[in-house]
């Protein structure tokens, strides 16, 4: 059964930093663009990043361009998230999805067709 299941998050204060992993069950790397996108509280969901299977090019969306990175975790079959310098609006829950298109260019607006089951960022003092 594919899925994805994430870990990470939690609360960490202004200007720290975190790392969301998100590790793909029945699903091969290979074969699927990864995203991750939030959600804060009264807002629309927003396409944060991606990362290509062929290339591994990252994308990256303006918002969080400055702050994030991602990885990827070859022996835990895992793409990871790596958010700094935090403030209070990157608050949101958290999701990674997998799409079945394999992308060579940017990935932001692809359709995705498997989502984890989302993680909550707070960032407060």
């Known amino acids: 059964q594919a899925r994805l299941v994430q870990s990470g998050g939690g609360l960490v204060e202004p200007g720290g930093s975190l790392t969301l992993s998100c590790k793909l069950s029945?699903?091969?790397?290979?074969?699927?663009?990864i995203g991750w996108f939030r959600q804060a509280p009264g807002k629309d969901r927003e396409a944060v990043a991606c990362i290509t299977p062929r290339s591994s090019y990252r994308y990256f969306a303006d918002s969080v361009k400055y702050q994030a990175t991602m990885s990827r975790d070859v022996d835990l079959n895992a793409v990871n998230l790596h958010l700094e310098h935090l403030e209070p609006e990157d608050t949101a829950f958290y999701f990674c999805?997998?799409?079945?298109?394999?992308?060579?260019?940017?990935?932001?607006?692809?359709?995705?067709?498997?989502w984890g089951q989302g993680t909550e960022v707070t960032v407060s003092s």
């Open positions: 029945g699903l091969k790397y290979e074969h699927h663009t």
């Open positions: 999805a997998a799409s079945v298109v394999v992308a060579d260019n940017n990935c932001l607006s692809l359709s995705y067709d498997y």
